[in-house]
């Protein structure tokens, strides 16, 4: 309900994205609704019935599920590029960005065209350009989209350089680009624009005084133009949640879409920014960046799981061990903890093949990560007739050893949150290890909704996060 209360006061905003017309019958929505709805119907990455589910919660009466895509058809595209702006406007009176990055990102559809190669005619997927100026506020780690703007897949970037500026000026702040961006008329702009452009030029030679003058200036910022990846964060959620594809037909529904993609983004970036500047937590400022600047060896150190005393009773060992902890109240659905989890165990970038699932309730739109418990008294290690399942000693961990394992899968049918899995590859039983006392899943989760504390630690910190919730909730 939270975030349909911001699409509704973003729209508000706005006005309608149509005019209703006095001749004819009248529509038994309002405008506003149509574009509240398509907007939340995006975030949450439903399909436009399971949407329709969702609107007797939402506004009190059922909306067809064609209803609500006849509604984003009618609504000008411009009407979606001022809704992103407007969500920025709302982060920037929040969190100032110091770093502006322009880039632009592919959007494939399920269509194919032909293409002339090599004197050959081949298949080729279709695809749209998204081309977006992005923000950067290092004292809450947060990346804004600016602006956006689509265009067909072949465009050249730098002509929608002028396009993303347009009604955006800035205070002084670098504007880094890549050599795509790289024209005399892009360095103008973003100066007459307030910016000090950091674009890398291209191999091409430093002929006249305005690029010699950008020549200096790129190698006079070059440690600042690594800060660059940062503006990879938006597309990577993109792959993540909608694996960067629309299932669009037209131009203006493929350009809609993608920009829905860009407005969720803006979204969960404003909900956070709004948490954050309640609650006054500036996790990347004071917790983040001192580990990042951190050498690999020291940063062990600091995670490594150790107990305290050698002479402690059984029960105070207990205590002192670590498990995974999780708060679905956090959970945005985000799935990084699944790619960090795969990365980890198989150096694959396929969130299908992570040790934890995230599942989405779509009755209560709500996203619930599961973990392996690791219980004190294991079903499935009772369970496993070959003794291939053990507790590891340091960690506390259940783990599996793939040497004894004979694939019977008896501990999958014991396992009574089937979290164990059965790997395709070797057709034997897997599951969380908890990465040897440093779980990826928790140092990754953006929200904390995935963390790793001692057993007698995280039901406080669980409790705390209700507490902040309820404050949060009210006006």
């Known amino acids: 309900m939270e975030i349909f209360k911001i699409c509704s006061r973003v729209v508000s905003i706005l006005g309608p994205p149509w005019q209703v017309s006095k001749r004819g019958r009248l529509p038994k929505f309002r405008p506003e609704l149509y574009a509240a709805m398509g907007i939340f119907r995006k975030y949450f990455g439903s399909s436009l019935r399971a949407a329709e589910g969702e609107t007797p919660l939402l506004i009190g009466l059922r909306m067809d599920h064609a209803t609500i895509w006849w509604g984003l058809q009618r609504m000008p595209i411009v009407y979606f590029e001022r809704a992103l702006e407007l969500l920025y406007e709302l982060i920037a009176k929040l969190f100032k ?69 347009k009604k955006f000026r800035g205070g002084g702040e670098p504007l880094l680009g890549d050599s795509a961006y790289d024209a005399a008329k892009n360095f103008e702009l973003a100066k007459r624009h307030g910016f000090e452009p950091v674009i890398k030029l291209k191999n091409i030679g430093l002929k006249g005084l305005l690029r010699r003058q950008a020549a200096r200036d790129f190698d006079r910022n ?83 799981f150790r107990i305290d005393s050698p002479h402690m009773n059984n029960e105070e060992i207990k205590e002192k061990r670590k498990m995974l902890f999780t708060d679905e109240r956090r959970c945005t659905g985000c799935r990084t903890c699944e790619l960090a989890c795969a990365f980890y165990h198989y150096k694959e970038k396929n969130p299908s093949r992570a040790l934890l699932r995230i599942v989405k309730l779509e009755n209560k739109l709500r996203d619930v990560p599961v973990v392996c418990r690791h219980c004190e008294k294991a079903p499935c290690m009772e369970a496993c007739p070959v003794g291939a399942i053990s507790r590891n ?42 990465c040897g006392g440093n779980p990826r899943c928790a140092m990754v989760c953006p929200m904390g909704a995935v963390f790793y504390a001692r057993q007698d630690v995280g039901p406080r910190i669980l409790a705390r996060n209700r507490i902040e919730k309820k404050i949060l909730e009210k006006p």
């Open 222 to 304: 070059r440690e600042l133009y690594r800060m660059r990846g940062v503006g990879e964060a938006p597309f990577g959620g993109f792959a993540v949640r909608y694996e960067s594809r629309t299932r669009c037909r037209l131009l203006k529904t493929r350009a809609i879409d993608s920009l829905l993609m860009a407005i969720a983004h803006n979204l969960r970036t404003y909900a956070r920014a709004r948490a954050m500047k309640r609650m006054k937590i500036f996790i990347c400022r004071f917790i983040r960046q001192p580990l990042l600047s951190e050498s690999k060896k020291t940063l062990e150190k600091l995670i490594k």
């Open 97 to 165: 960005c110091e770093i502006f990055i322009t880039d632009s990102t592919g959007v494939e559809t399920d269509r194919y065209q032909e293409r002339r190669r090599a004197l050959k005619t081949c298949p080729e997927r279709e695809f749209v350009k998204l081309h977006v100026l992005e923000g950067y506020s290092r004292e809450a780690g947060l990346v804004p989209i600016v602006a956006a703007r689509v265009t067909r897949g072949q465009a050249h970037d730098s002509p929608q350089f002028k396009c993303l500026l």
């Open 393 to 434: 000693k340091d960690t506390g961990a259940v783990v599996i050893d793939q040497n004894i394992c004979i694939g019977c899968r008896a501990c999958v049918e014991a396992c009574p949150f089937s979290i164990i899995i059965v790997d395709p590859k070797t057709n034997k039983v897997t599951k969380c290890d908890l």
